[in-house]
């Protein structure tokens, strides 16, 4: 059953990015565009309801900055969060990342935690506790990725994981003692009000497909750019965005733009962590294996640095590979005589030690680099990391105005 769910999964990606052909596809791509009209008229809706004050939003005490986008997945967010979370810890601030925790698993039993009065707290007022700043408490099976690679690559930064974020963030507040909530995938969160929208826009693809969900990957249309105060533009290559900034300032006049580049900076092995320099690929024949939204910008991220790419196995986004997976895997890769085995370090917190390691398996780590605009975040940090609270109600009018 769940392996023909993911290949459902699959066949629908396929539908959406045009990959799928013949009637079956090209039947389903039009139910699926007069669907994204209804998708379209509910976000609307929904934006208005918050806006009108019909549905309540919360605000607990602390600064809240959303990182967000108004597509699905493919932008590069977890690397932004990770870089504001540690320039801002860098900086003194008490940092707690809230994340929903895509795909985790419920707990078996629930994590016990005891208040400043050795109160045993409620399980019910519990968030998922993935890391407190000094110690990682959940794997990636409980966590979720995005949420475990966070906590492991950063030390003095908590991470919780809960759908319902007012409780996360308030648990964040009096128990982890956080004076900075980072709404991770934030951007369509609004039961908790936003200090502050960053929102990124992949300039190879800034609109997605260009149709909403399901046609298409907006999950909400252009013009609600507006919300942002800042825009981050993603994975570009050094070439002029002057274009997209002018699409861009036709939906948001005032936000500061920043420019950045999402690019590896080594190899790391999944097991040992030895790591190895980029220059390592050059000439080497690869097998790729990835469960990620977009797995044709990782396997040409390993071509454009040399590695020879013969085997590719590609699966659905956040699949939880089994040793069997990752056996099959392995097996083909030893009978074509392949040197590496490579993966994305957001696949690497849940690959399967093999029965047997006789290629090794390494996997991409990648930053962010900001190429234009550099002055701009260092001034966001610094707005961030002393916040003027006389501004506050400024803040909460503006962000309302902009639903």
Not at 94 to 121: E, T
Not at 176 to 182: F, H, I, R, Y
Not at 340 to 346: A, C, S, Y
Request: overall charge positive; charged content about 30%.
């Amino acid at each position: 059953m769940k392996e023909w769910i993911e290949e459902l999964e699959r066949w629908g990606a396929d539908v959406i990015f045009g990959r799928a052909k013949g009637f079956r596809a090209a039947l389903m791509r039009f139910l699926m565009r007069a669907l994204s009209g209804i998708f379209r008229l509910l976000v609307q809706l929904r934006l208005w309801r918050y806006r009108s004050g019909w549905k309540p939003r919360h605000y607990i005490g602390c600064q809240v900055v959303s990182i967000g986008n108004i597509t699905v997945g493919g932008t590069g967010k977890t690397p932004v969060v990770e870089l504001l979370a540690h320039s801002l810890r860098d900086q003194g601030r008490r940092v707690s990342i809230l994340s929903r925790g895509y795909k985790s698993r419920k707990l078996d039993r629930p994590q016990r935690w005891r208040d400043a009065a050795n109160q045993q707290i409620p399980p019910e007022q519990m968030p998922k506790v993935v890391s407190t700043g000094e110690a990682l408490l959940l794997d990636s099976k409980f966590a979720g990725d995005e949420p475990f690679m966070l906590a492991r690559n950063l030390d003095g930064v908590s991470v919780l994981v809960d759908k319902n974020r007012v409780k996360s963030g308030r648990f964040a507040i009096r128990h982890l003692a956080a004076d900075t909530l980072l709404l991770d995938d934030g951007m369509q969160y609004l039961d908790l009000a936003h200090s502050l929208d960053i929102v990124l826009v992949d300039s190879q693809a800034p609109f997605g497909t260009g149709a909403m969900l399901p046609r298409g990957t907006l999950r909400e249309p252009p013009k609600n750019l507006r919300r942002a105060g800042y825009i981050l533009l993603t994975k570009c290559d050094g070439s002029s965005n002057e274009k997209l900034i002018e699409r861009i300032r036709r939906h948001n006049k005032t936000a500061e733009i920043i420019e950045c580049a999402h690019g590896p900076i080594h190899l790391e092995n999944v097991f040992t962590r030895e790591r190895e320099p980029l220059g390592f690929l050059k000439d080497k024949w690869v097998g790729a294996i990835s469960a990620i939204a977009v797995p044709e910008a990782f396997e040409g991220a390993l071509e454009k640095l040399g590695a020879r790419v013969e085997i590719r196995r590609r699966f659905s986004d956040h699949h939880r590979f089994t040793r069997k997976d990752v056996d099959r895997f392995m097996q083909r890769c030893v009978e074509r005589d392949m040197n590496l085995v490579l993966t994305t370090e957001k696949d690497a917190v849940r690959f399967p030690r093999p029965s047997s390691i006789d290629v090794p398996v390494y996997f991409l780590r990648i930053e962010v680099e900001i190429l234009k605009g550099r002055e701009i975040w260092d001034d966001l940090i610094q707005r961030l990391c002393h916040p003027q609270p006389a501004l506050e109600p400024e803040l909460r009018h503006r962000d309302a105005y902009r639903l």
